[in-house]
Nanobody, 115 residues
Framework: EVQLVESGGGLVQPGGSLRLSCAGSGFTFNNYVMSWVRQVPGKGLEWVSSISRNGGSTFYAESMKGRFTISRTNANNTVYLQMDNLKPEDTAVYYC????????WGQGTQVTVSS
C-alpha cells in the first residue's frame, strides 16, 4: 500500500519557522520527483516547491523563494520543507506529492500563521 504521511504542521506566529516532513512507503521513493503543494480553504491548489529524484535540483514558487527550503533523504524515504519567515498568507493545508508518471498524495498537514 502506498502511503505519504505528512507531519510538522501547527500554529506559528508571523516570522516564525516550521519544518514539515513527509514519509513515503509502498513505492520506490528515489524514483519519484517530490513536491509540496498547498491549499487555502475555498481556493485551488498552489504549487510550492519540488525536488528532483536525487535531490540535486530544487524549484520554488516565486513567493516562497528565499523563505522555504525543500530537501529529501532517500535513505529514509522522506522529503522535508523548511519554512522560515512565515507570513499569515502561508496559512494553508500542505500536501506532499510523489510523481513519476502517476502521482501519489499525502493527507495534508495544517499550517496556521497567526499572532
Amino acid at each position: 500500500e502506498v502511503q505519504l504521511v505528512e507531519s510538522g504542521g501547527g500554529l506559528v506566529q508571523p516570522g516564525g519557522s516550521l519544518r514539515l516532513s513527509c514519509a513515503g512507503s509502498g513505492f520506490t521513493f528515489n524514483n519519484y520527483v517530490m513536491s509540496w503543494v498547498r491549499q487555502v480553504p475555498g481556493k485551488g491548489l498552489e504549487w510550492v516547491s519540488s525536488i528532483s529524484r536525487n535531490g540535486g535540483s530544487t524549484f520554488y514558487a516565486e513567493s516562497m523563494k528565499g523563505r522555504f527550503t525543500i530537501s529529501r533523504t532517500n535513505a529514509n524515504n522522506t522529503v522535508y520543507l523548511q519554512m522560515d519567515n512565515l507570513k499569515p498568507e502561508d496559512t494553508a493545508v500542505y500536501y506532499c506529492k510523489a510523481a513519476h508518471g502517476r502521482s501519489y498524495w499525502g493527507q495534508g498537514t495544517q499550517v496556521t500563521v497567526s499572532s
